[in-house]
């Protein structure tokens, strides 16, 4: 119930309070007074958050980056229609960012998935270490999950740029935090479907610390 009452309220703070906020705040601070209100609850949540469990979560970093990019955009003279991008931003440069690196020897998901390993076993790191160079197919799935990873995460700021700048505000402010968990949610849900149909072929171990967590 603890779980299911804490999922409920980053909900309401995350999808209701800020086209709250910004409904309340538009008659008396006009359209860009407005998208600084709604950006206010996500900031609260994130540092009440922080002040409670001493460690931010995934969510709440992407929301106070967004934030911090839209804001520098503007300052630079862009449109405050940025701001209606503010998670969107972070997870789109996120996603690039394991786009690039699969270029590199080693993805950002080998980083990722090592240092998992890492915290749940002493010496894990480097079991991981010597599995990526026994292993190909090890390596071939740790690059297709940071090329499915980086796709769906550029693809969700295309998607979200694009209505911040076609829909209304207020429709995109109810919208695009569905959008937004939708996407996120289908990735994790199709990690854990390939975690699992590696584990059964016995070709990627330790399989449960494959992929973004």
């Keep these: 119930m603890k779980i299911r009452a804490g999922a409920v ?10 086209w709250l906020a910004y409904r309340l705040a538009l008659p008396h601070w006009g359209e860009l007074g407005a998208l ?31 934030i911090v990019l839209s804001i520098v955009l503007m300052a630079l003279g862009g449109s405050p229609r940025l701001l209606l991008m503010r998670e969107s931003m972070a997870s789109g440069a996120i996603g ?4 690039v690196s699969l270029v590199l020897r080693r993805p950002l998901t080998f980083y990722l998935a090592r240092a998992t390993v890492a915290r749940k076993e002493e010496g894990g790191a480097e079991r991981f270490e010597a599995l990526w160079k026994e292993r190909p197919a090890l390596r071939r799935s740790v690059r297709l999950m940071t090329a499915v990873w980086g796709f769906g995460l550029a693809g969700e700021n295309a998607l979200r740029a694009w209505l911040a700048w076609h829909w209304p505000v207020e429709r995109f402010l109810v919208v695009s935090p569905f959008i937004g968990y939708a996407i996120y949610g289908a990735l994790t849900v199709w990690t854990l479907i390939y975690r699992r149909k590696l584990q059964r072929r016995g070709t990627a171990a330790p399989t449960e610390a494959v992929g973004p967590s």
């Design 9 to 18: 309220v980053e909900l309401v703070v995350n999808l209701l309070l800020p």
């Design 96 to 99: 690039v960012v394991f786009l």
């Design 36 to 66: 600084y209100a709604s950006a206010v609850p996500p900031v609260v949540w994130s540092l009440v958050e922080f002040a409670r469990t001493r460690r931010v979560d995934a969510l709440s970093i992407l929301v106070l980056l967004g």
